[in-house]
Structures are given as C-alpha cells and as structure tokens.
C-alpha cells in the first residue's frame, strides 16, 4: 500500500507539471541549435555519433524482423511459454526474511523438569551465542516462553552487531539461526529452536510456516496428540523442513480425582461443598479485610504445605455435610495418576495444537507449506489443518495475485482504448507485458529469491512500464500512417526518433531504484525483492520489447485495417482545419 500510495501521487503530481509547469519551460529553455550533433567534439559527439549508428543499425533489424513475422510470433510465443513455466516453478512466500538484529531461542524440557535443569541448558546456549562473532549480547529466562510458563521452559534473547559489523552473509541473522540449530541438536535433556523473527512481528512470534492441527472429528486429545507426534515424525524426516516443533505445553503427569456423586448425595455432600473445599485448600480463596495498624490486609485460607503435597493427603480432608458433620474426601473420592494437557486450545471453535517451522536451506516458505501438506493428507480421518500467522497471509495474497494482475491489465487496456479510440492499438501495447514480466522472474530466480508480495508488487510496475514504452513507439508509428505513410514506413520511422527516450527513460528508472536492488542493512529483503524484480523487468521490457512492438503494430494494423474512408475523412478534416487557420491569419494580417 506505502509503494502504491508513492507511485499513485508521484504520478498526479507529474501530471500537474507536465500540463502547468513544463510547456512554460520548454519555451523558456530550448533553443534552436543549427549544430549538427553529430559534429560536436568530446564525449558527447562521440556518444550521439555511435547512437546515430546502433539506431541505423535498430531500424534494419526491426526491418527485417517485420519481413519475418510469422517467425519473430512463434519466438514470443515461445517467450510467454517460457514466462508461463517460471510461473509455476519459482518458490512462493509471503515475506523475505529480515535481519532485524534480533534473535529468539526457545527451550523447551521434558514435562517435570526443574528450573535447576532448565538453567543448565540456558547456560549453555548463551555461552554458543557469546561465542559467535556477530553475536553481541545474549540474555536468559527460566520459566517462560512462547509456548507457555513453566519450570521445563525457557528462553534466549540474542542481540546481533550493528549491521555495520555484518556485511558477510555468514554474519546474517539466518546464518546464525543456522550454527545455532546444529549446535542446539546435540542435546539431549532438552529441545531448543533458534528463531528469526518475522519481518511484520504483529503476525507471529516467528518466521517460517504456522498451522494450527485441528480435531474436527472428535476423536480426543490423545488422537490429536498421537496425529501431532506422527506429524513431527515425519517433518523431520522431510529434507524440505527444518526446526518443525510444537507451539505448546506437553502433556504432564497429574492427579485425576474422581467424584462418586451419588455416594456424595447419600451422605449428604453436595458437589459446591466439595469444589469450594479443593479450591480453598489447594489454590486458597480470600475470605474479608482486616485492619492491622491502620492499614487494610486481606485474609486468605488455604491449606498449609505440608498438608497438600501428596495424593494421600486428601484422606486427611473433610467436607461438612447437610447435617453438620465431618465427612471425610476417602468416603466418595478416588485418585489416581494419568497424563493430561496443562493448556487445552482451541482455534476456531476446534480442540487445536499449534505447530511451527521452517524451510531448509535453499527452500522458500511456500515449498515448506506444501510439505507440510502432503504430510498432514495422510493423518486419519477426522484430524485437519488451518493456516494462521504470516501463513494464512501468504495463502490470501497468493489467492489474489491473479485478479490484480488481471485488473491492472483491464485498466492499461481500457485507457489506452480511450486514448486512441480504437479496440486494436491496446492489443499490441498489451502484448508487451509478457516481455517485462519474463525478466522479473528470471533475475528473482537468479538471486535465489522468491514469488513474495514485494514481487507482485514489482510486477504490476511492469505492466505500466512495459505499456509506457510500446505507447512511445505506437503513438508516433500511428500518426506517421495517419499523415499518409505507408505502415511499414510509419513504423520504422517511429522506431528510429523513439528509440533515444525509450533507452534514456529505462535507464533513469534503472538507475533510481538500483539502491533497493543493492541494499544491505534492515529492512533490506523487502527492498532487494522489489529492486531485483523491476530491475529485472524494465531491463527485458527494454532489450526485447524494442523489437516486438513495431511487429505487434504491424501485425494488429494488418488484422483490424482501417478503412480507407475513414482515412480519408481524417485527411480532409486535416485540410479543412489548415484552410480554416490560414483563412483565420489572412483576416487577422488584413
């Protein structure tokens, strides 16, 4: 939206200028130069002489090229092909993974591990981090972490070195994710995840994929725990996914107490006794106020330590019944131990369990999501998946890059048959966009990166550039043929006068987003992913496009032929309008 907004006023403002200020400029600053450009001495001269021949040289081969048209339309049907096939095999994501100087490590140990344990394992990791050299400082917590609080978690927040210090990219915020997960796979009491964060942090606590595994069946929190554990068993034996762990608290031991509640009612125990005697005893309940030298205390009740320790112990509790007496918890209660959840979850209305991960080296995140897919397909019946976090954004975005692609060519098409009103001249600018988006994809595929949001984002950029440069040529090639020259003519001519503004204009875009294209530093991925894209684009919109345009206005031209009367009654028109101003001088001069 920020891109779009910047594009959108920088353009009404150009708009401005150029129907306000610049038709004042023009008559303020050129100047008839009699000078042959060609005859100018130093580096210009030598620069508009070589121009003046590769233009010569241009002309002859859009000459030939115009001869052979059936050929040069199979080589672009062959380029929409191969634009097509980069479509489909480039790697898709949502965002490019930022180093925002930060890492995150969480730790995570067998359920009932003491703090003591937990700190052991903390120690160590921060003794790995202050031992890399791009770390600058890295600090502990026992007893919290993104999956929840307890003695068994923790976690490790890791400052990196000012981007000044970490040029190399095995000083990147990934490349130290990286040493840090083969250091962190040696042990063996606990399991800890190094993590990027993402780059919008309101969408996550991590980057890389986020699912929540539902039980949409109602089979049980032990068949969607068995599903997770059969789930993460075969994630880390796929060579596309790294670091897939559970988002959550594992299943502890704990006492089951059940009621016999008719045995209760018999003895005329009711269930609120009951639950407000647990309560009270092992969690506390306040009672009232007191005043103790003159300020206020509150009063809570609840069962001293030595008295709530162990399973036994409730039969050293009583519950008063309906007739006042003591009836003991042994008489209509029993215990035993069993493995349960601390933290149940639900995500949309489903028993869940979050699961995160992320792409091995060299994989994007949408390569990592369709793994993880094919995995989840074979769980049993009645066990489902929801993507949620910069995941589920990545599945939106994805889902409405075709109609946006589509709208915006709409758009181009519709203008430009307003332009010239005609249904045919849009056809041939349209059909240079293939051209533009081809080299988006290549050079994002060359420099490893992926079909993200910043890409689309580049693409519909093409889509305007690649029209702006075939109107160039059409727009001149359609007034030559107006004005009486044979198409062919027409079109060669536009080609030679156009050609210096079409390659001066691509190289001032080029020139003024380069920086994106070589930015290092935050906030650098998003930027090499926009800058490569429409570097790439502008470039082959550039390069091929040139040769393509006056052959798709050949072309079109030949297939819709205007008609000669209409020709004609331009031309008349035209002399009608130049007998009017010569009529309208001869009054004003007599």
């Not at 400052?159 to 990286?178: N, S």
């Not at 493995?339 to 994989?363: F, T, V």
Request: proline share 5%; net charge neutral.
């Amino acid at each position: 939206r920020q891109f779009s907004i910047t594009l959108v006023s920088a353009m009404a403002l150009s708009v401005v200028v150029a129907l306000i200020l610049t038709p004042a400029l023009c008559a303020t600053l050129l100047k008839i130069e009699d000078v042959d450009h060609g005859e100018k001495k130093g580096f210009f001269g030598w620069f508009n002489r070589n121009f003046d021949r590769a233009s010569s040289a241009y002309r002859n081969a859009v000459q030939k090229i115009l001869g052979q048209s059936a050929r040069y339309m199979a080589v672009f049907a062959v380029i929409v092909g191969v634009m097509v096939l980069l479509f489909t095999r480039i790697p898709t994501s949502f965002l490019p993974d930022e180093d925002q100087g930060i890492l995150f490590t969480i730790v995570q140990l067998p359920p009932g591990a003491t703090e003591e344990r937990t700190n052991v394992v903390l120690d160590q990791i921060a003794d790995h981090f202050k031992k890399d050299p791009a770390v600058e400082s890295a600090f502990t917590v026992s007893g919290f972490s993104f999956s929840g609080p307890g003695q068994n978690a923790g976690m490790a927040f890791v400052r990196l070195k000012d981007f000044k210090e970490r040029h190399k990219p095995d000083l990147k915020a990934p490349a130290v994710a990286g040493r840090a997960m083969g250091a962190f796979s040696q042990f063996r009491d606990a399991m800890a995840f190094a993590i990027v964060p993402p780059a919008v942090t309101e969408l996550g606590n991590s980057s890389g994929f986020d699912l929540q595994l539902q039980d949409v069946g109602g089979l049980g929190h032990t068949a969607l725990l068995n599903a997770r554990n059969q789930v993460l068993g075969m994630a880390s034996q796929n060579p596309g996914l790294m670091g897939v762990r559970p988002n959550g608290m594992e299943d502890t031991p704990e006492l089951k107490l059940e009621i016999d509640q008719a045995a209760a009612g018999a003895m005329g125990v009711s269930l609120s006794d009951i639950n407000a005697t647990l309560s009270s005893a092992m969690g506390g309940a306040y009672v009232n106020d007191f005043i103790d030298r003159n300020r206020v205390k509150k009063v809570f009740v609840q069962a001293d330590a030595p008295f709530r320790m162990k399973p036994e112990d409730l039969s050293q509790w009583y519950v008063r019944n309906d007739k006042g007496q003591m009836v003991p918890f042994t008489a209509f209660a029993t215990s035993h131990w069993e493995y349960g959840s601390p933290r149940l979850e639900r995500y949309n209305g489903a028993p869940s369990m979050n699961l995160q991960g992320m792409a091995a080296p060299g994989k994007s995140s949408g390569q990592a999501m369709a793994e993880m897919e094919k995995i989840i397909a074979t769980l049993p019946p009645g066990i489902s998946y929801e993507w949620t976090g910069l995941s589920l954004q990545e599945k939106q975005s994805g889902a409405e890059a075709p109609m946006l692609y589509a709208l915006s060519i709409f758009v181009v098409f519709i203008l430009l048959a307003a332009l010239y009103e005609s249904w045919s001249i849009p056809v041939a600018i349209v059909m240079v966009i293939p051209l533009g988006v081809l080299g988006a994809l290549l050079a994002t595929m060359i420099r490893g990166l992926s079909n993200d949001i910043y890409l689309q984002v580049a693409l519909l950029t093409i889509i305007g550039l690649s029209s702006k440069n075939a109107i160039l040529i059409v727009e001149f090639a359609k007034h030559n043929h107006e004005n009486g020259m044979s198409l062919i003519d027409a079109t060669l001519e536009a080609v030679r006068v156009r050609l210096r503004p079409i390659i001066m204009t691509s190289l001032a875009f080029t020139f003024g987003i380069s920086p994106l294209f070589f930015a290092n530093g935050a906030g650098s991925g998003s930027q090499n992913a926009i800058g490569t894209g429409l570097i790439g684009g502008i470039a082959s919109a550039t390069l091929l496009a040139i040769f393509f345009i006056p052959l798709f206005f050949v072309i079109i031209e030949k297939m819709f032929k205007a008609d000669e009367k209409h020709l004609q009654k331009l031309a008349l028109q035209r002399e009608a309008m130049a007998l009017l101003d010569q009529s309208d001088t001869d009054r004003k001069g007599h």
